[in-house]
């Protein structure tokens, strides 16, 4: 039986990169450094290792790895003495230029089994200048049987001479249909949830099957309705009734829910097919909401959202609930006034 790549069934959206990618190898027109860019969580680390795992293979089938040579076997249990993984463990600590400076001598010593060496860089983000330049010098002068594997949520996270000499793969989401058959074979007892839920969870991780995944699975999503549910008794009776529910480490979580379910209810003003609606879910509110609220006054709602979800994202150690509070003064001021805002 022919042994497959174990992303090809675990992550199905990656077999179009993954194959893309190794006939660049058989041709003879693959790069030395690659850079694979998502917002999402994509399993792209389960994409490196099969791309690992088929270079170092010594028994390779065309596209696909035998998965029993030594090699294979050492990329699984990830102790392959050719893979060098460069991170920082702190997540706020960037990898020194001591770090990359080392990886010249890494680079010129004999590889196992003379097939070859992988540097991968899971967080691009932990690089700072100096190791950015020190890195740009590597693969200024890439070295044989060298390659190069970059993971980057944002292009910009890296220096643009590093991108210029990488060739550039954009990871991105399945369609829904492709993420709504994985959903189901991998959520238990997914009869459970209705159709509209796990559309839904799709589109709120903006089409992302992991995230949905975890999402679903996540007692969190039971505290969707009870915010939705406090949003509109708040917009009936008083405002502050949001400030407990909000006043949590979800809160940008929580404020971009209600961000969506207020663009929902733009789209039920414009008589814009349900279909097209976030949160599929949840029409009873999103219909409540509608008739509560003019359509003028939830367009300056969603930008008052979006402005304090922008500070609370850009201002380190700032008093959480003092912008809540502020918000959410501001919210009530523009649905409780009889003027038009502009």
Same mark, same amino acid.
């Given at each position: 039986?022919?042994?497959?790549?174990?992303?090809?069934?675990?992550?199905?959206?990656?077999?179009?990169?993954?194959?893309? &990618? !190794?006939? %660049?190898?058989?041709? #003879?027109?693959?790069? +030395?450094?690659?850079? @694979?860019?998502?917002? =999402?969580? /994509?399993? $792209?680390?389960?994409?490196?290792?099969?791309?690992?795992?088929?270079?170092?293979?010594?028994?390779?089938?065309?596209?696909?790895?035998?998965?029993?040579?030594?090699?294979?076997?050492?990329?699984?249990?990830?102790?392959?003495?050719?893979?060098?993984?460069?991170?920082?463990?702190?997540?706020?600590?960037?990898?020194?230029?001591?770090?990359?400076?080392?990886?010249?001598? &890494? !680079?010129? %010593?004999?590889?196992? #089994?003379?097939?070859? +060496?992988?540097?991968? @860089?899971?967080?691009? =983000?932990? /690089?700072? $200048?100096?190791?950015?330049?020190?890195?740009?010098?590597?693969?200024?002068?890439?070295?044989?049987?060298?390659?190069?594997?970059?993971?980057?949520?944002?292009?910009?996270?890296?220096?643009?001479?590093?991108?210029?000499?990488?060739?550039?793969?954009?990871?991105?989401?399945?369609?829904?249909?492709?993420?709504?058959?994985?959903?189901?074979?991998?959520?238990?007892?997914?009869? !459970?949830? %209705?159709?509209?839920?796990?559309?839904?969870?799709?589109?709120?991780?903006?089409?992302?099957?992991?995230?949905?995944?975890?999402?679903?699975?996540?007692?969190?999503?039971?505290?969707?309705?009870?915010?939705?549910?406090?949003?509109?008794?708040?917009?009936?009776?008083?405002?502050?009734?949001?400030?407990?529910?909000?006043?949590?480490?979800?809160?940008?979580?929580?404020?971009?829910?209600?961000?969506?379910?207020?663009?929902?209810?733009?789209?039920?003003?414009?008589?814009?097919?349900?279909?097209?609606?976030?949160?599929?879910?949840?029409?009873?509110?999103?219909?409540?909401?509608?008739?509560?609220?003019?359509?003028?006054?939830?367009?300056?709602?969603?930008?008052?959202?979006?402005?304090?979800?922008?500070?609370?994202?850009?201002?380190?150690?700032?008093?959480?609930?003092?912008?809540?509070?502020?918000?959410?003064?501001?919210?009530?001021?523009?649905?409780?006034?009889?003027?038009?805002?502009?």
């Amino acid at each position: 039986m022919k042994k497959y790549p174990i992303l090809l069934s675990t992550y199905p959206w990656l077999n179009f990169f993954y194959k893309k &990618i !190794i006939n %660049q190898f058989l041709n #003879k027109k693959n790069y +030395k450094a690659y850079i @694979f860019c998502s917002l =999402n969580e /994509l399993g $792209i680390n389960n994409l490196i290792y099969a791309l690992t795992k088929w270079i170092f293979c010594i028994n390779k089938k065309k596209i696909y790895s035998c998965s029993k040579c030594q090699n294979c076997i050492l990329v699984e249990k990830n102790i392959h003495p050719d893979l060098h993984i460069i991170k920082n463990n702190k997540e706020k600590n960037s990898i020194s230029i001591e770090v990359i400076r080392n990886l010249t001598e &890494i !680079i010129y %010593q004999s590889s196992y #089994k003379d097939v070859g +060496k992988i540097i991968w @860089f899971p967080y691009a =983000n932990q /690089l700072n $200048i100096s190791s950015s330049n020190a890195l740009l010098k590597i693969l200024e002068e890439p070295s044989d049987n060298i390659w190069f594997f970059i993971q980057c949520n944002n292009k910009n996270e890296l220096l643009p001479t590093i991108y210029s000499r990488c060739q550039f793969w954009h990871i991105y989401p399945p369609n829904e249909k492709i993420g709504i058959l994985w959903l189901k074979k991998k959520v238990q007892n997914y009869k !459970i949830f %209705q159709k509209e839920s796990i559309k839904t969870a799709l589109r709120l991780c903006n089409n992302s099957p992991i995230d949905a995944y975890q999402l679903l699975n996540n007692i969190i999503w039971k505290s969707r309705n009870i915010l939705y549910t406090i949003l509109v008794s708040s917009l009936e009776e008083d405002i502050m009734k949001l400030l407990s529910i909000l006043n949590n480490k979800n809160i940008l979580l929580y404020l971009n829910w209600i961000y969506l379910i207020l663009l929902d209810v733009v789209k039920i003003h414009l008589n814009i097919d349900k279909k097209f609606l976030y949160n599929l879910d949840q029409i009873y509110f999103i219909h409540k909401i509608s008739n509560l609220i003019v359509v003028d006054k939830i367009l300056l709602m969603i930008k008052k959202i979006l402005f304090y979800s922008n500070i609370l994202i850009k201002i380190n150690n700032i008093n959480y609930e003092l912008v809540l509070i502020n918000l959410l003064l501001s919210l009530e001021k523009i649905y409780t006034s009889n003027n038009k805002y502009k």
